[in-house]
């Protein structure tokens, strides 16, 4: 695992499964964990099979040093955790890491949302999910000796043994709208899933949308609707599809409108800073549950 990101609206990337994975959606098409990993491991690689849990990095929030260190983490940006060759036991096994690295915030964006809701609104899966905190204690002792971040762990499983909620309160689901239609397809399944926090992934924004239904709860004030942030953001490398400004436009102003935290990641170009982050003369990096309080 490695803390150091490009993706500004996280601190660090952990990656527990393996760089594989399958497009499913328009937004896919220039997939940049795509382009990544065939350049790293070969032309083809990233859909030459399903993705694997590494069962062994599962530890890596207390082992590696970046990784303890960072705050908001976005789970698995090579491959998707709801992929449906990934099986329930070792999804439940992911939300168990999350569970026990509780003074981190996780970020999980998924296309696979029905796979996503059913998952996290199922009590087999939030009952397996708790008992793989005895899977990780296990891993935590299969030592020679307990070392310090060893001893770490062990005391963070406890605490969310102890302290157990559902849905876990830090960890943020989201799904990627940036298209009408996928915007219309996968955002019902969001809003019906268990989550502390819920966002919409809106990169590569591809079309205008209109969010308002999802965005503001009827008759409640604004902020209290099924949304809590919004991503937006154009796309980046060779063969990107230009961002049409008053898309994002539209975004922020229906955000603002209901009092939805809006991060505006990108224009994109050849290279993911080659359009720089500004809309209007103006960096909107807000978040839903900002750190100490203070937004960005």
């Not at 992929?83 to 690295?101: E, G, K, T, V, Y």
């Not at 009590?123 to 020679?144: I, K, N, S, W, Y």
């Not at 009092?259 to 103006?282: C, I, M, Y």
């Amino acid at each position: 695992m490695a803390a150091i990101t490009a993706i500004d609206w996280t601190d660090a990337t952990p990656n527990p499964i393996t760089h594989r994975c399958t497009k499913i959606a328009p937004e896919c098409a220039n997939c940049y964990a795509e382009t990544i990993t065939n350049r790293w491991e070969g032309r083809g690689a990233f859909t030459s099979g399903p993705p694997r849990l590494k069962p062994h990095k599962l530890a890596d929030p207390w082992r590696d040093k970046g990784m303890r260190e960072a705050y908001r983490k976005f789970l698995a940006s090579m491959s998707d955790p709801f992929h449906i060759r990934l099986s329930f036991d070792d999804q439940a096994l992911l939300f168990a890491m999350m569970a026990a690295d509780r003074a981190s915030v996780y970020q999980v964006p998924t296309k696979r949302a029905a796979i996503m809701c059913r998952r996290l609104s199922s009590p087999d899966f939030e009952r397996r999910a708790r008992e793989h905190l005895g899977t990780l204690e296990q891993m935590a002792r299969d030592a020679r000796r307990i070392t310090p971040w060893r001893q770490a762990m062990l005391e963070d499983i406890a605490a969310a043994r102890a302290g157990w909620t559902w849905p876990l309160p830090n960890v943020w689901i989201g799904v990627s709208a940036g298209t009408r239609d996928t915007a219309r397809r996968y955002i019902p399944w969001l809003v019906r899933a268990p989550a502390a926090t819920r966002f919409l992934s809106c990169e590569p924004l591809l079309e205008e949308l209109s969010l308002e239904q999802w965005l503001s709860a009827s008759g409640q004030p604004p902020g209290t609707g099924l949304i809590h942030w919004v991503i937006a953001g154009g796309e980046s490398g060779s063969g990107h599809r230009p961002l049409d400004l008053d898309h994002a436009r539209a975004l922020r102003d229906q955000c603002q409108s209901h009092s939805v935290p809006f991060w505006f990641k990108q224009v994109g170009g050849l290279t993911h800073n080659a359009g720089g982050d500004e809309l209007d003369g103006r960096r909107w990096k807000q978040l839903p549950v900002p750190r100490e309080g203070v937004l960005v």
